[in-house]
């Protein structure tokens, strides 16, 4: 889409209108709380829809989920020498999903984006539902899950203590303190707006529930210096948690000596991917949502043009690395390490390699074009096939590696059941669930952010 | 210091290496390789500090942007400076002493042979030369004023620049330092060799503001030094994963990295990297009065930079396979010497005439103007 009304002088000299359509902070309050406030029995129809079916979905995962406890990981494809299947792929490509909050929410305040206000709130929502859905697989993955409990260092009679050199408990702390750290990160941004819709609200229950959690909220000056002093804190601290994240998650595979895991490359790789299938996600959710939601002066194209850029950035950073890795196989002189390569490229996951191929690095890269990284239709389209990419690339990492091992006799062709689609499909209905949720009652924009940057915000606004 | 200065302690350093040279010409081109890659890193971490702005349409580094600019647009003296690591690469690349090679480097022909190599070299210097000279000139094409398309096109040219600059960067640093030893691999090692690229740039720049007449303020240091600060953390982080990964698995053809790093006096500056290389401007610059105190900051920057100095000495030097390294010490520093004040007095040379500002540059009032909050 062409925004007309911009100048060569005023583009290159000026900074672009972030909030768009005229809107004053009535406005944007207005805009923001409208669903909050929304009795329930008033929800909208779309909503209905979309929450019984993501909820319904939610709720077969938990039964399969009780089935598997009762029938063991049996009834899932993973068998000799694939011992990792879609368990590890989902949890790999979950924890990913969950970076682009943190890097908006983190990263993007410490470059000074004001262009995240707008988005920071849902992606960060976004985080902590996907670090959930995360969290379930390493857990039902177990094949004695009644012992699941060690793998936390619990002091107990028998000294038993979970081995500190293996990266799965190293992933324990990491993914845990993301998830503590984001919460708080998130919930501090919340206090608030929270606050707003606890002075708005007309039903006492809800008065009740945002009054709590605004935790006696004035907006006092005293407050509000307060609140930016955690969060330029909590920011100073989600900032390297984006990059150990997923670094920790990458040692589960690089730490290794199986040739397609085990290389150098693999921390950085791995978070340049996370923040790469984030954003796409961000899109995938974000899109839709500022359509049916009425926010499309608040999250303008330039916003998602800006999320484009960062997927076409991070998704060179992926292509970069498969491309050193691919090259150092050979160049290493190693026949393992040559032979796993060639045989993700050509031989029976060729299918998938390619797929992730095409949509890891040639999809993104069409972002260089200006006309299809401001249209809404082509970051849609592009963003589900970077989702389908990054799910893949997971499952070409784990699988390719590993059904081809060191000793030929036991090779052996992976293939899912019926259950490792229902696990992947129910995740995605827990996700949207708590998604689906968090629209309807909470304020999916940073009202208070969006303000402060306003042009009404600025001393020098004529 | 004056051009001529420079030019005098380069010819010194210089001199004084030729007296190393002609006792020992093997040991002696280690640390030519070692001093002619540690002043290269400056250039390259220019680039894609000047790359980086156009491409992010930057408005805060407006001001500081036109010193980085002087360094990038030096780069072509590098080419002629390569020629005799071309000369004497026999005595420094163990993968060309064709007729005596194992079965792996034999494997690795196709890449690692002296025609290759020297090709590849020409190549990364077309980029370099390119990227540097063009936005150079393009920017100082700006100042005589009012042209801001040229903005535009900087940042169009800026897209496919930085590709080929983070691709030729990362092959160079596997041709002329992962290649030393040359059973070694890496993949993470161009990753490593930008960071290190990176932090020389920024510590260049900010010194140099610091004896310039820019006007720029404690905001403008305080961003560099933010940058300074992450990229401190980036390269020890790069630096552990290597290491962590390499030394979990313990295979051998991927130690033999480090353990060339643990033996004949090696051991000592091995662990001291962490300290000297992380800990020391980690909370050098940490503070925000640091980075914006401007003698605080200039010792952070010159720590730093020599710290990376150590940094490329480090990667180099252990290859030597000299037992008695040290001996050689004082020749390998006053190579440093020549090439560093070369390449000043290079850029005191194209400084000559032209803005320490990019004054036609539409975003300059921004950049002036610019405060942290």
Known sequence: MHRGDVSLEEEVTKRETLIRGGLSYHDVTEAVCKMPETPFLKSPKGWLIGFTISASLMVMFFLSIVYLIWEGIGIWGNSSPVFWAWDIVNFVFWVGIGHAGTLISAILYLFRQKWRTSINRYAEAMTIFAVICALIFPGIHVGRIWVVYYFFPLPNQMDMWPNFRSPLLWDMFAVGTYFIVSLHFWYVGLIPDLATLRDRVKSKTAKMWYGLFSLGWRGSMRHWLHYERAYLLLAALSTPLVLSVHSVVSFDFAIAQLPGWHTTIFPPYFVAGAVFSGFAMVQTLMLPARKWLGLKDIVTIKHIENMNKIILVTGSMVGYAYGIEFFMAWYSGNEYESFTFINRAFGPYAWAYWTMVSCNVLTPQLFWFKRLRTSITASFILAIFVNIGMWFERFVIIVTSLNRDFLPSSWHYFSPRIWEPIFLLGSFGLFFTLFLLFVRYLPVIAMAEVKGIMPHGDDHHA | ?373
């Not at chain 2, 903005?151 to 330092?177: E, H, N």
């Not at chain 2, 010792?299 to 030597?320: E, K, N, Q, R």
């Not at chain 2, 320490?356 to 103007?369: F, H, N, Q, T, W």
Request: charged residues 10%.
């Open chain 2, 1 to 373: 210091m004056k051009m001529l200065t420079l030019l005098i302690v380069a010819a010194a350093g210089f001199g004084f290496w030729v007296l190393g040279f002609s006792s020992d010409p093997t040991r002696s081109m280690y640390g030519y390789l070692f001093g002619f890659v540690s002043a290269l890193t400056i250039p390259l971490g220019c680039m894609f500090f000047v790359l980086i702005q156009h491409l992010t349409r930057a408005g805060w580094s407006v001001l500081t942007r036109r010193v980085a600019e002087f360094g990038m647009a030096v780069v072509p003296i590098f080419a002629v400076l390569f020629i005799p690591i071309v000369v004497f690469g026999h005595d420094l690349f163990p993968w060309s002493h064709t007729g005596h090679l194992d079965e792996t480097l034999i494997k690795k022909a196709p890449y690692l042979n002296m025609s290759f190599f020297v090709i590849r070299a020409v190549i990364y210097f077309a980029i370099w030369t390119g990227i540097g000279v063009w936005f150079y000139r393009k920017s100082v094409e700006q100042d005589l004023g009012g042209r801001f398309e040229l903005t535009k096109t900087m940042g169009k040219v800026g897209t496919f620049s930085i590709i080929l600059l983070a691709l030729s960067t990362s092959f160079a640093s596997f041709d002329w330092l992962m290649s030393l030893q040359p059973h070694w691999y890496s993949t993470v090692f161009g990753v490593y060799f930008f960071a290190g690229c990176f932090l020389a740039g920024l510590a260049f720049m900010s010194l140099m503001l610091m004896r310039s007449t820019v006007p720029v303020t404690a905001e403008h240091y305080q961003d560099l030094g933010k940058l300074l600060f992450g990229f401190t953390m980036f390269w020890a982080y790069i630096g552990f994963s290597q290491f962590m990964i390499y030394w979990y698995a313990n295979i051998p053809e991927e130690t033999e990295f480090y353990l060339h790093r643990l033996e004949h006096g090696w051991s000592p500056v091995s662990y001291a990297l962490i300290v000297t290389n992380f800990f020391i401007p980690f909370f050098l610059i940490m503070s925000r009065h640091a980075k914006r105190n401007k003698s605080v900051f200039a010792a952070g920057c010159i720590w730093i930079m020599l710290a990376h100095f150590v940094d490329i000495y480090w990667l180099v030097m252990p290859t030597s396979g000299a037992h008695h390294w040290q001996d050689y010490l004082v020749f390998d520093v006053a190579v440093l010497i020549g090439f560093v004040a070369l390449f000043l007095a290079a850029v005191a040379w194209v400084m000559k005439g032209i803005s320490m500002v990019p004054k036609g540059d539409p975003r300059l009032p921004e950049s002036i103007a610019f405060e942290n909050y």
